[in-house]
């Protein structure tokens, strides 16, 4: 399976999950600190998406993905249905210069965009949707992004007792077509290669920490749609990142849960 077929086996699998499917538990860290993290049936290097159910994706859906909140303009064409309502995700903001489209929502929280505004990013892009189908789009936005976050959260929470803040997402960069060394060597060994990846910066204490997410499809199986994977890591640009790499990997060692997966 190519890069695009992949692609197209993480909208299948999206589509099949909705909007609330993150959920947090608490638990906590070495030293004895509660922190709101999400619990995880996967290794702390590639970890599972939610499945909830919903009705298919249409294909204009296949570039969801992709669309990093970089959107344009809200405004709707005479004939157009789209909703221009924007849903406020669960992401603190941390930047200083945001894009327009961030500054005019005057929120605290990244803005998922509207319908009207994705449905113009994609015919920017060259792409041709379909107005029915950008309901279904949006939402498989929506839930890649708030999954992608409950994944940092859980490797911010090895920080809770050094930092006394909620970590912040500052920036972030879709990059497609560079892979990670971490992928690059894995398709070495006969493991294919992500269909995506983002590069998400997030503010820890006013110290950036850069995240690399790579998106897998996942192995089919019986009477459930395509799965899909996401691996989420901070980036190696510094011994403590190598050190919480190694931890999380040694925690997930020791609590037996690769024996079921």
């Known amino acids: 399976m190519g890069a695009e077929d992949a692609h197209r086996a993480f909208v299948r699998a999206a589509s099949a999950t909705g909007a609330q499917c993150a959920s947090n538990t608490t638990s906590a860290d ?3 600190c509660p922190v709101a993290a ?9 970890q599972r998406s939610a499945a909830c159910s919903s009705p298919s994706a249409a294909a ?4 969801a993905a992709r669309i990093n909140m970089d959107v344009v ?13 924007r849903q406020a995700s669960s992401i603190p903001i941390a930047a200083s210069q945001l894009p327009q489209h961030q500054q005019e929502a005057a929120a605290d929280v990244w803005m998922y ?14 792409w041709d949707p379909r107005e ?19 994944h940092v959260l859980a490797w911010e929470a090895l920080h809770a007792c050094d930092c006394n803040q909620p970590p912040r997402l500052k920036r972030f960069q879709g990059k497609p077509n560079e892979f990670s ?17 983002h590069d998400w910066v997030v503010d820890r204490c006013g110290r ?8 897998y499809s996942g192995a089919p199986q019986p009477g459930v749609p395509a799965s899909m994977h996401l691996d989420v890591r901070p980036a190696l640009d510094s011994v403590a990142a190598l050190w919480d790499r190694l931890r999380m990997q040694a925690g997930w060692v020791a609590s037996g849960r690769w024996r079921d997966e």
């Open 30 to 32: 070495a030293a004895g």
């Open 38 to 46: 999400p619990s995880s049936s996967s290794s702390s290097s590639t």
């Open 60 to 63: 204009s859906a296949e570039h």
């Open 73 to 85: 303009s809200n405004a709707a064409a005479n004939s157009s249905n789209l909703s221009t309502q």
């Open 113 to 126: 965009p509207s319908e009207q505004q994705f449905f113009n990013a994609m015919k920017r892009k060259g």
């Open 132 to 150: 029915p189908d950008m309901q279904r789009v949006v939402a498989i936005h929506n839930t890649v992004n708030e999954r992608a976050w409950q």
């Open 181 to 197: 060394p971490k992928a690059r060597l894995l398709n070495m060994l006969g493991f294919k290669l992500p269909f995506d990846r």
């Open 208 to 215: 950036e920490v850069r995240y690399v997410i790579d998106f």
